[in-house]
């Protein structure tokens, strides 16, 4: 089955006012740009995004903060966005923090099948407030709830026409926990190629979770923040 798309705008193109949607990426690592691009373009409102964290002020998740398109937000980090910070304090947009480790066993159970689990994390902080605590061998845990959404928009370094992906290093992140945790999983790659190049053993997202691939037409792959030593004098 060819699940190509001629275009990041075609790939976007079913997702409508009020949808939740999951975006993979770490920071600006592994975040599928071109995709978020595309959703801009688009200008839907009223989104309920699931991200690790928002992206920073100009690129990324902040390009759909910045067009007003997001209602709430489900994260984990957001020390990058000046934007974001202003808005909660205002009481502009709706964002609940979750433990990162947390997050991502949310995501990975809801596309488990898992309705819920407990963990130990954010037991006795404000994580627990309204949360269901109960103890395990002398240990108190919280109950969190698995995550889904209506789409997955995931970066993968290369795919084939069927929608294996195979994810590069540290780029792999969220993405793959998201493939499987939604209704419709749109994946963009920087390498497109055809079925049978891809070692069935290299496979990390196999092609039943994604729905739609599209070659990503450029890639600026930005660092959140260049750190260096100082020369010797």
Not at 27 to 51: F, H
Not at 78 to 97: D, F, H, P, R
Not at 101 to 116: K, N, Q, S, V
Request: net charge positive; charged share 25%.
């Amino acid at each position: 089955m060819n699940k190509v798309v001629l275009n990041a705008d075609e790939a976007v193109a079913e997702i409508r006012d009020g949808s939740t949607i999951m975006l993979g990426g770490f920071g600006l690592c592994g975040i599928p740009e071109n995709l978020i691009a595309a959703l801009v373009r688009r200008g839907v409102k009223n989104l309920q995004t699931i991200s690790n964290n928002m992206g920073v002020d100009g690129f990324g998740m902040g390009l759909m903060l910045e067009a007003g398109m997001i209602a709430s937000h489900v994260g984990s980090y957001v020390g990058e966005n000046k934007l974001l910070e202003s808005m909660v304090i205002a009481g502009q947009l709706k964002v609940t923090l979750v433990p990162q480790g947390t997050l991502a066993e949310r995501i990975r159970a809801g596309g488990a099948g898992i309705p819920a689990f407990y963990t130990p994390t954010g037991v006795g902080t404000v994580v627990a407030e309204g949360k269901e605590v109960r103890e395990f061998d002398g240990r108190l845990y919280l109950m969190e709830r698995g995550l889904t959404a209506d789409f997955a928009l995931i970066k993968a370094w290369r795919g084939d026409r069927m929608g294996n992906l195979v994810y590069r290093k540290t780029a792999r992140n969220f993405n793959p926990m998201m493939a499987a945790a939604a209704k419709i999983t749109i994946a963009e790659v920087e390498e497109l190629v055809e079925p049978g190049e891809i070692d069935s053993d290299q496979v990390m997202t196999p092609g039943i979770y994604v729905k739609r691939i599209v070659q990503g037409a450029q890639f600026e792959k930005r660092i959140e923040r260049r750190t260096v030593r100082r020369r010797a004098a």
